[in-house]
């Protein structure tokens, strides 16, 4: 599986942005997908996730009411809908997908054995 963000960008804060995470190649499977971010100097972070059915989504506390994940499975590609930035949302953001997921640890980056290349959020004052 091999996974393509696109859409960061430079915003100010009140912002909006819609990152999008295209997935190819062996998609036909049961993926979670999901987004975690880095900021510099700081570790990888849980953003949010989404099942392969999109009844279950998840969210790390300070995101939610504010991000919104989703997915389109005839595409192939799994959202992130980002409104009210901040600039302490400042990252990279990387999507990630994997069949396994083990839902107690979903937050655990290391559930996921599939990541794209990241995509650059800056969110100015």
């Known amino acids: 599986v091999q996974l393509q963000a696109s859409g960061g960008g430079l915003v100010q804060a009140g912002d909006s942005l819609r990152l999008s995470c295209a997935a190819s190649?062996?998609?036909?499977?049961?993926?979670?997908m999901g987004w975690f971010r880095q900021a510099p100097g700081k570790e990888r972070e849980f953003v949010a996730t989404i099942n392969w059915n999109s009844r279950n989504t998840y969210y790390a506390d300070s995101v939610k009411g504010r991000f919104t994940i989703s997915r389109d499975n005839a595409k192939n590609t799994v959202y992130l809908q980002m409104n009210r930035l901040q600039p302490e949302d400042t990252a990279v953001y990387y999507c990630?997908?994997?069949?396994?997921?083990?839902?107690?640890?979903?937050?655990?980056?290391?559930?996921?054995?599939?990541w794209g290349q990241g995509t650059q959020v800056t969110v100015s004052s």
């Open positions: 990630a997908a994997d069949s396994t997921v083990i839902l107690s640890h979903l937050r655990d980056g290391n559930q996921y054995n599939y």
């Open positions: 190649g062996r998609t036909g499977s049961r993926f979670f």
